[in-house]
T-cell receptor
Framework: GQSLEQPSEVTAVEGAIVQINCTYQ??????LSWYQQHDGGAPTFLSY????GLEETGRFSSFLSRSDSYGYLLLQELQMKDSASYFC????????????FGTGTRLKVLA | DVKVTQSSRYLVKRTGEKVFLECVQD?????MFWYRQDPGLGLRLIYF???????EKGDIPEGYSVSREKKERFSLILESASTNQTSMYLC???????????????FGPGTRLTVT
C-alpha cells in the first residue's frame, strides 16, 4: 500500500538545527508537502517540493529525492514556538488534489 | 484572511445516534476534504469532494457519508455513531489541480467527537 513514515518524536535545544525525515513506500507519489500542527490547533501548510532538491522558506527548508523515496524538513535556529507536530503529505499523481499524510513527528524544543 | 470553519469544537453523542459535522470555507475552493486524526495514525482521509454534488471515498469511508450541495459547504455524516468513531475530525479545502497551489490545504479548527 501507500504510506509515509516519519519518526514519532524528535527532541532538540533552542537555537539548534533539526531534521525531520519522511520516507514513502510507493513510487507513485508526486510532490511532498509539509504541515505544522500545534497542540489543539489545525495543521498549517509550511512548504512543498514538486521537484527534487531543496526549497527554502526562511528558517525552514524542505528537501525531496524521488529516486530515494525520501524527503525531509529542516528547521534552523530552533525556537520554543517550533514545538509542534510536523506532517509530511505525498501527492498521488501529478496535479492531484489528494494527498496521503504521514504519521507525524512530535518536535520538542528544550530551553 | 482565508477561513475554514467547523460547526462544533466539541461534540458528545451516544452510540447509534446520527451525527452531522458541518464545514464551511470562504475561499471559493473546489476541493474539500474530511479527515480523522488519531494519535500515532496521522491524518486519514475519509471522503473528499472536487465539485458540488461530487464525492469520492478516501481511505476509511466505512460508517461515514458526505454531502456537498453548495460549493462552500461539505458535511460529514455518521449514520449510526459507534465508539470507535471517537476522534478528532478535520475539514480542509484546496484549489483544484491545475489552478496552482492545489497542494496547499487549508484546515478548519477540528471537531473533537466523543461517542459514548
Amino acid at each position: 500500500g501507500q504510506s509515509l513514515e516519519q519518526p514519532s518524536e524528535v527532541t532538540a535545544v533552542e537555537g539548534a538545527i533539526v531534521q525531520i525525515n519522511c520516507t514513502y513506500q510507493t513510487s507513485g507519489f508526486y510532490g511532498l508537502s509539509w504541515y505544522q500542527q500545534h497542540d489543539g490547533g489545525a495543521p498549517t501548510f509550511l512548504s512543498y517540493n514538486a521537484l527534487d532538491g531543496l526549497e527554502e522558506t526562511g528558517r525552514f527548508s524542505s528537501f525531496l529525492s524521488r529516486s530515494d523515496s525520501y524527503g525531509y524538513l529542516l528547521l534552523q535556529e530552533l525556537q520554543m514556538k517550533d514545538s509542534a507536530s510536523y506532517f509530511c503529505a505525498g501527492g498521488l499523481t501529478s496535479g492531484t488534489y489528494k494527498y496521503i499524510f504521514g504519521t507525524g513527528t512530535r518536535l520538542k524544543v528544550l530551553a | 484572511d482565508v477561513k475554514v470553519t467547523q460547526s462544533s469544537r466539541y461534540l458528545v453523542k451516544r452510540t447509534g445516534e446520527k451525527v452531522f459535522l458541518e464545514c464551511v470555507q470562504d475561499m471559493d475552493h473546489e476541493n474539500m476534504f474530511w479527515y480523522r486524526q488519531d494519535p500515532g495514525l496521522g491524518l486519514r482521509l475519509i471522503y473528499f469532494s472536487y465539485d458540488v454534488k461530487m464525492k469520492e471515498k478516501g481511505d476509511i469511508p466505512e460508517g461515514y457519508s458526505v454531502s456537498r450541495e453548495k460549493k462552500e459547504r461539505f458535511s460529514l455524516i455518521l449514520e449510526s455513531a459507534s465508539t470507535n468513531q471517537t476522534s478528532m475530525y478535520l475539514c480542509a479545502s484546496s484549489t483544484r489541480g491545475g489552478k496552482g497551489r492545489s497542494y496547499e490545504q487549508y484546515f478548519g479548527p477540528g471537531t473533537r467527537l466523543t461517542v459514548t
